[in-house]
């Protein structure tokens, strides 16, 4: 009776090889469609708008030919632009913070799961179902002094929401924090319950108090948590536009122009130049990406 003999080393390597090559095509043939997707609505206008940047390009006559650099120095040069520049960081900062604590707030507050905790969470969290754009719109006919329901009292003591700078900016940021609160408040809530209960069983077994278990255990233990906050956070409220397009139309005084909402102007309204919008945008970019990995790496955890 014949017995056949196992395969051989070089056999199983070629079976092996055969499987794997299988596997990477089967890989690449389901990341095709998202690599597609990358390319058409990321790299592609990508590299158009760095074309634009170096190019002499007004609105309506197209590509007049490289003109580099001389939309970065306008860009740079442009009368609003420091003072967006100024505003859009003094925005950020304070969008942050107030997002950040409220939200981390607000989970700590709703951690415990029952009836009247998961009440308050739905409630929180409503405002985030609501379009940007649509909470503007909301917001600009709350703080309107003819169609509020407050305006009356706007009119006796000669309030207005959107009158000055300082209200201007407040104003908009009771919008955000109202429509992003309960956004950030889950997040947190996801982070603190991914927080094991054994640790905080052996804090209270060391005799940590409540401050310490939250500074020492909670908080280091949050890092992924809030670098993704944090990163998000930032980068919206860098390029906030449809808050301050809506409410303030860059008003008062041309107090409240964001970046986002000079490159608009500078491509659509006034100047009608996309060069240099463009120039703007590329500025913007290399700072979204100088900060994000700064916040990345202030996060970054020892162990790491």
Same mark, same amino acid.
Request: glycine share 6%; proline share 5%; with cysteine.
């Given at each position: 009776?014949?017995?056949?003999?196992p395969?051989?080393?070089?056999a199983?390597?070629?079976?092996?090889?055969?499987?794997?090559?299988?596997?990477?095509?089967?890989?690449? @043939?389901?990341?095709t469609? =998202?690599?597609?997707?990358?390319?058409?609505? &990321?790299?592609?206008?990508?590299l158009?708008? /760095?074309?634009?940047?170096? %190019?002499?390009?007004?609105l309506?006559?197209?590509?007049?030919? *490289?003109?580099?650099?001389? !939309?970065?120095?306008?860009?740079?040069?442009?009368?609003?632009?420091?003072?967006?520049?100024?505003f859009?960081?003094?925005?950020?900062?304070?969008?942050?913070?107030?997002?950040?604590?409220? #939200?981390?707030?607000?989970?700590?507050?709703?951690? $415990?799961?029952?009836?009247?905790n998961n009440?308050v969470?739905?409630s &929180?969290?409503?405002?985030?179902?609501l379009?940007l754009?649509?909470? %503007?719109?909301?917001?600009?006919?709350?703080y309107?002094?003819?169609?509020?329901?407050?305006?009356?009292?706007?009119?006796?003591?000669?309030?207005?929401?959107?009158?000055?700078?300082?209200?201007a900016? @407040?104003? =908009?940021?009771f919008?955000?924090?109202?429509r992003?609160?309960?956004?950030y408040?889950?997040?947190?809530l996801? #982070?603190?319950?991914? /927080?094991?209960?054994?640790?905080? $069983?052996?804090?209270?077994m060391?005799g940590?108090?409540?401050?310490? =278990?939250?500074?020492?255990?909670?908080?280091?233990?949050?890092?992924p948590?809030?670098?993704?906050? =944090?990163?998000?956070?930032?980068?919206? %409220?860098l390029?906030?536009?449809?808050?301050?397009?809506i409410?303030t139309k860059?008003?008062?005084? !041309?107090?409240t122009?964001s970046?986002?909402?000079?490159i608009?102007s500078?491509?659509?309204?006034?100047?009608?130049?996309?060069?240099?919008?463009?120039?703007?945008? /590329? *500025?913007?970019?290399?700072?979204?990406? *100088? /900060?994000n990995?700064?916040?990345m790496?202030?996060?970054?955890s $020892? $162990?790491?």
């Amino acid at each position: 009776m014949r017995v056949n003999a196992p395969p051989s080393g070089a056999a199983i390597r070629r079976v092996a090889r055969g499987r794997s090559s299988r596997r990477a095509l089967l890989g690449w @043939f389901y990341a095709t469609p =998202t690599a597609v997707f990358v390319a058409a609505l &990321f790299a592609v206008p990508l590299l158009l708008v /760095i074309r634009m940047s170096a %190019s002499r390009w007004p609105l309506l006559s197209g590509d007049q030919g *490289i003109n580099f650099p001389d !939309n970065f120095v306008k860009a740079v040069n442009h009368r609003f632009f420091t003072s967006s520049v100024v505003f859009t960081v003094k925005y950020t900062v304070l969008a942050t913070v107030l997002l950040l604590l409220l #939200g981390l707030g607000l989970a700590l507050l709703v951690q $415990e799961s029952s009836r009247w905790n998961n009440l308050v969470r739905a409630s &929180f969290l409503v405002p985030s179902a609501l379009g940007l754009a649509s909470a %503007s719109l909301l917001f600009y006919v709350l703080y309107s002094p003819y169609a509020s329901p407050v305006a009356p009292v706007m009119e006796r003591w000669d309030f207005t929401f959107l009158g000055s700078p300082n209200a201007a900016l @407040f104003s =908009t940021l009771f919008l955000i924090v109202w429509r992003y609160a309960g956004f950030y408040m889950v997040l947190m809530l996801v #982070g603190l319950q991914g /927080i094991s209960a054994d640790v905080y $069983e052996a804090a209270r077994m060391d005799g940590a108090s409540r401050w310490q =278990t939250f500074w020492k255990v909670t908080l280091p233990l949050l890092r992924p948590t809030l670098a993704l906050t =944090t990163v998000l956070c930032v980068t919206g %409220s860098l390029l906030a536009f449809e808050q301050f397009y809506i409410l303030t139309k860059g008003g008062p005084d !041309n107090s409240t122009i964001s970046v986002v909402q000079l490159i608009y102007s500078v491509a659509f309204q006034g100047q009608n130049d996309l060069g240099v919008a463009a120039a703007i945008s /590329i *500025i913007v970019l290399v700072a979204l990406v *100088i /900060i994000n990995a700064l916040q990345m790496r202030a996060f970054r955890s $020892e $162990e790491s």
